[in-house]
């Protein structure tokens, strides 16, 4: 593939803006979306590590994670469809080749998530009282966790494909045999996707900190409960760590030639450097995890790690791409339109912002209520979900009333 073929594939149309915004927001959302999906697989683990326990905190541990890993599986996959819009935007010859070649599965992937989710709701359904009863089909839990994991894969080899097109003509006609079935998924790295995976234990290890401040926010009772928890996110996160550093020095160690010189330099350092100080964090901060926010803190330096993870992992990405097949993705034709610019803004920011705001202060107020009858929103708390609402009318009204002006024009 010369470049020109690969500069021929882009859209004529160019792009709406500076593609530097859309490779930092890939970055920033792909960070997000990894973070999630990390802690859907780290929460659906211990739900099934802790539902069929005799012990009883392993018990009420799981009863929570179920509930955190359906809602994390929702989160990953709306903050899966961020980083999947601005990788199409700037890398379309390579992303839309990978995904023509093994089309197959990127419909596939869609069934195997949908039934992977329904698999977990399944296992919900079945266990009403954790706590109580114990577990019960344990099998619907693999059998989500196995297909969620065999989602994840399908997105792996997608990404990775993508970065090889010396060899796209080998695998659309084989032996000279044109095969347009899209039926096989032909490259991945297993190192690369476990590194990915294995981080899972760490971060998980921060959200049950965070998970712990919580309930102590709320004048949880129960003292050995919380000790539990500081013990398993503690080892979550020590050993946790050391496995996903370990399997990230066999990743480096087995990169293509063409991918080489991305092991030992600055960027794999400071992705590693970041991953360690996050681990090492609940040993500095120790008695002040129990106070302020500091509890909280270590999953949000946990986010701020993988975004540190997330842009070398762009530098491979470019810098191969540019080093080995000469594709800058920075010199995309731009068609600049101020109007959906600001309106992609606008909306993550003030329309996004403010409902966020308010799910979360409502979620979180409501966990901490004690005392007598439901929560109650405050007047304040009120008038922000007023807000959401009327902006959410004010935007669909927008967003259709500029669309008809243009078709009418
Ligand atoms: C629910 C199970 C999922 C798992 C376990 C999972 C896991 C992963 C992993 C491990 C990667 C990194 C791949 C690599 O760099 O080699 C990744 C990237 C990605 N995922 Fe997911 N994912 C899941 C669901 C989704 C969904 C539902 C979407 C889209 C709606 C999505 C969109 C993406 C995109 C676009 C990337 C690559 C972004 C880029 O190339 O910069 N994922 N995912």
Redesign the pocket.
């Known amino acids: 593939m010369t470049p020109e073929m690969l500069y021929a594939l882009r859209d004529q149309a160019g792009v709406p803006s500076h593609p530097a915004v859309f490779l930092i927001l ?1 970055v920033l959302t ?1 960070a997000l ?2 973070a999630a ?1 990390q802690v ?2 780290g929460a659906a683990a211990l739900t099934l590590r802790g539902a069929f326990s005799t012990d009883l905190k392993w018990r009420r541990l799981a009863a929570a994670m179920i509930t955190t890993a359906k809602i994390a ?1 929702s989160v ?2 709306v903050l ?2 961020a ?2 819009l ?2 199409q935007v700037i ?1 379309d010859p390579f ?1 839309y080749t990978s995904n023509v070649l093994s089309a197959w599965w990127v419909i596939g ?1 869609i069934m195997l ?1 949908i039934a ?1 989710y329904i698999a977990m709701y399944v296992f919900y359904w079945k266990n009403h009282d954790i706590v109580a009863e114990g577990g019960r089909g344990g099998g619907w839990m693999v059998l989500s966790l196995a297909l ?2 065999a ?2 894969w399908i ?2 080899s997608l ?2 494909q ?1 970065l090889f097109p010396e060899q796209w003509m080998d695998w659309y006609a084989p032996n000279g045999q044109i095969d347009p079935s899209g039926r096989s998924l032909h490259l991945s ?1 297993l190192p ?2 476990l590194f ?2 294995a981080l899972s234990a760490p971060v998980t290890g921060a959200w049950l900190f965070a998970y712990r401040r919580y309930l102590q926010g709320g004048k949880e009772s129960d003292g050995v409960y919380l000790a539990f928890l500081r013990g398993l996110a503690q080892q979550l996160m020590l050993v946790g760590g050391v496995v996903a550093v370990v399997i990230g020095a066999v990743w480096m160690l087995t990169l293509p030639e063409k991918m080489a010189w991305f092991a030992g330099s600055v960027w794999m350092w400071m992705a590693l450097a970041a991953l360690l100080a996050v681990v090492a964090l609940p040993l500095v901060l120790r008695e002040k995890l129990d106070t302020g926010f500091w509890g909280y803190a270590i999953f949000g330096a946990g986010a701020v790690a993988l975004i540190v993870v997330g842009a070398s ?2 530098v491979l ?1 470019f810098v191969t791409l540019l080093g080995s097949h000469g594709y800058n993705a920075l010199d995309y034709r731009i068609t600049m339109d101020w109007y959906s610019t600001l309106l992609f803004f606008i909306t993550f920011g003030v329309l996004g912002g403010m409902t966020l705001a308010y799910l979360l202060t409502v979620a979180w107020k409501a966990g901490q209520h004690k005392g007598d009858g439901p929560y109650v929103p405050s007047a304040g708390v009120t008038r922000i979900g007023q807000w959401s609402v009327s902006l959410l009318v004010i935007w669909t009204l927008l967003y259709f009333g500029v669309g008809f002006w243009v078709w009418a024009r």
């Open positions: 890939g792909f979306h990894i999906v859907m697989l599986v990953a996959i899966g469809v980083p999947l601005f990788v890398y992303w992937f998530l992977g969620l994991l989602v994840g997105v792996h990404t990775y993508m790295h690369r996707f990915f995976i992992r762009e990405r």
